[in-house]
């Protein structure tokens, strides 16, 4: 289990991350899971990553895909278990078209709403991007090869959000707060200095166009291989 966490496809992030819970006392249900996550990878073994980047011309662009999944344990696990009520930070970077970093990640602390959820999710995934932001950003003009000169090169960071709550929070003037959020928004308002100017853009994002939902929640087949077409590309 612990090769195929660290060597998982983005398809197979969600189920091998749920699976890893339980390492400790397994019951037949999980050797199940397993079953048919290596039934999943046996059928897909010509399967991986197909990358299409984008034309390289005057800018370099970031584009950073965030979900959440609320208390999506809740009325299918133990009720007396309070993990069953955390929520799950699913995120998808891509660099130039290519994804680049994935995750999913059950949240430390219980969200109380939807809303809390998700800006918690774009917390935790932009803590992750601003650091490859740095990295990308570096070897590029280090060494920028045969594409535009490092001097004319921009860089761009988009955030695609399906939640309007969030949006809201996020893009609000600093120090601002909606009546509901103070409690959480101080623990989770960091991110906002890093906005504009600072070329990081919040995009909302149609729920069909969401990348990052099979990192939260367990789809239907139409909805997984929809998903899994737009970020993996077969």
Known sequence: ???????SRPDLTFSVSQCARFTHSPKRSH????????????ATSDKGLIFRPTSLQSQFTTDIYVDADFAG?????????????????GFVIEAMGCPIQWQSKLQS???????????????????????LMDVCSFVIKRFPGSGPSSSLL???????????????????????HTPRSKFYAIKYHWFRSWLKPKSIELQYCKTSEQKADMFT??????????????????
């Open 154 to 176: 921009t860089f761009r960071t988009t955030v695609h959000e399906d939640n309007i709550g969030a949006l809201k929070l996020a893009t609000m003037e600093p120090g601002r």
């Open 217 to 234: 929640k367990s789809l239907t087949t139409v909805e997984f291989q929809k998903c899994r077409k737009l970020t993996c590309g077969w």
């Open 73 to 89: 344990g809740w009325s299918f696990e133990d009720p007396n278990d309070p993990i069953c009520v955390k929520s799950r930070t």
């Open 1 to 7: 289990l612990g090769y195929l966490q660290a060597n």
């Open 109 to 131: 602390n219980i969200a109380t709403s939807t809303m809390e959820a998700e800006y918690t999710a774009l917390s935790m995934a932009l803590r992750t991007a601003i650091s």
């Open 31 to 42: 050797e199940v899971a397993l079953q048919r996550i290596g039934q999943y990878l046996k």
